[in-house]
């Protein structure tokens, strides 16, 4: 059972990127309105003010906002794919394919991650756990440590779920992530909430944040990654690096790479890759 959960895991992983990319615009949540106004002198305030007029319906003025940002960064990846997803929304296909394949050639790592709003769109980018953690009180098989060749986060994430597929003490963890990927969110709280009292509560925040971010409450995921970090006293490099990413999908792009740069700095290799692709303009 286990062996074919992982094998089915590897195909939504191979799959997640494409359906995030093709997904219809309607379908997919828009980002929220919120950071800082401007970072490296990019107009981050105007993707806030797009975002509010899309929640409005105001999407041609919504489209003129996008297009006086791009007019100012004509290559920056998080306009054009945010207003690849509104022609999509206005049905001018073509148009936003352009944006779209645009996006992928500047970087194309940045315009997976923010054209991965669809449902687990995240899910490939997301750390899991603290690996330090585990494997000091799991102690992973050797067959099973995470190898320092996994820098990209989708590898780096398939090389998490492999290594505790097997830990029986993680089992209701695991359990948790494939309800997840099955789309069935309750459930996966369910299960994080049958985790023992005594349970490490930073990896039990850790985890129920990575749930808020696959269901695009970013807030509430930044909040979750805070306790873990400033309630509860933990420094593993993969809650800023979640948490960076949390930040710069609420567009405060500032704090957001502020985290990058730390856990990179901590020696989390796809923190390092996440920096170059979204903070380094």
Same mark, same amino acid.
């Given at each position: 059972? $286990?062996?074919?959960?992982? +094998? !089915? %895991?590897?195909?939504?992983?191979?799959? +997640?990127?494409?359906?995030?990319?093709?997904?219809?615009?309607?379908?997919?949540?828009?980002?929220?309105?919120?950071?800082?106004? /401007?970072?490296? *002198?990019?107009? !981050?305030?105007?993707?806030?003010?797009?975002?509010?007029?899309?929640?409005?319906?105001?999407? @041609?003025?919504?489209?003129?906002?996008?297009?006086?940002?791009?007019?100012?960064?004509?290559?920056?990846?998080?306009? +054009?794919?945010? /207003?690849?997803?509104?022609?999509?929304?206005?049905?001018r296909d073509q148009e936003a394919n352009r944006d779209q394949q645009l996006a992928e050639r500047q970087n194309p790592t940045a315009a997976a991650f923010y054209l991965a709003k669809g449902r687990n769109g995240?899910?490939?980018? %997301?750390?899991?756990?603290? #690996?330090?953690?585990?494997?000091?009180?799991?102690?992973?098989?050797?067959? /099973?440590?995470?190898?320092?060749?996994?820098?990209?986060?989708?590898?780096?994430?398939? @090389? #998490?779920?492999?290594?505790?597929?097997?830990?029986?003490?993680?089992?209701?963890? !695991?359990?948790?992530?494939?309800?997840? !990927?099955?789309?069935?969110?309750?459930?996966?709280?369910?299960?994080?909430?049958?985790?023992?009292?005594?349970? *490490?509560?930073?990896?039990?925040?850790?985890?129920?944040?990575? $749930?808020?971010? $696959?269901?695009?409450?970013? /807030?509430?995921?930044?909040?979750?990654?805070?306790?873990?970090?400033?309630?509860?006293?933990?420094?593993?490099? @993969?809650?800023?690096?979640?948490?960076?990413?949390? #930040?710069?999908?609420?567009? *405060?792009?500032?704090?957001?790479?502020?985290?990058?740069?730390?856990?990179?700095?901590?020696?989390?290799?796809?923190?390092?890759?996440?920096? #170059?692709? %979204?903070?380094?303009?």
């Amino acid at each position: 059972m $286990l062996r074919y959960l992982t +094998l !089915v %895991l590897i195909f939504l992983l191979g799959t +997640l990127a494409g359906y995030a990319l093709s997904a219809q615009a309607s379908d997919l949540p828009m980002l929220p309105a919120s950071g800082n106004t /401007r970072y490296n *002198n990019l107009p !981050v305030a105007e993707l806030n003010l797009a975002h509010r007029q899309q929640r409005n319906g105001q999407f @041609e003025q919504a489209l003129l906002t996008y297009n006086s940002a791009l007019a100012w960064q004509p290559n920056w990846v998080p306009a +054009l794919a945010e /207003r690849s997803a509104l022609l999509a929304r206005m049905g001018r296909d073509q148009e936003a394919n352009r944006d779209q394949q645009l996006a992928e050639r500047q970087n194309p790592t940045a315009a997976a991650f923010y054209l991965a709003k669809g449902r687990n769109g995240l899910m490939p980018f %997301l750390a899991l756990y603290p #690996q330090e953690w585990y494997a000091d009180h799991y102690g992973f098989p050797e067959e /099973r440590q995470i190898s320092v060749e996994a820098t990209t986060p989708q590898a780096y994430f398939i @090389e #998490q779920y492999l290594s505790i597929m097997e830990g029986p003490d993680t089992a209701q963890a !695991v359990l948790a992530l494939q309800q997840k !990927v099955d789309q069935d969110v309750l459930a996966a709280k369910r299960s994080l909430e049958t985790l023992p009292r005594d349970y *490490n509560p930073g990896v039990k925040n850790m985890l129920l944040a990575n $749930l808020a971010m $696959l269901n695009h409450d970013y /807030r509430e995921a930044v909040q979750l990654y805070n306790d873990a970090q400033l309630k509860y006293g933990f420094n593993w490099p @993969e809650l800023p690096y979640n948490r960076g990413l949390g #930040q710069i999908l609420l567009h *405060n792009y500032m704090n957001g790479c502020q985290d990058l740069a730390q856990s990179a700095k901590a020696g989390f290799a796809p923190a390092g890759v996440m920096y #170059q692709s %979204l903070c380094n303009f």
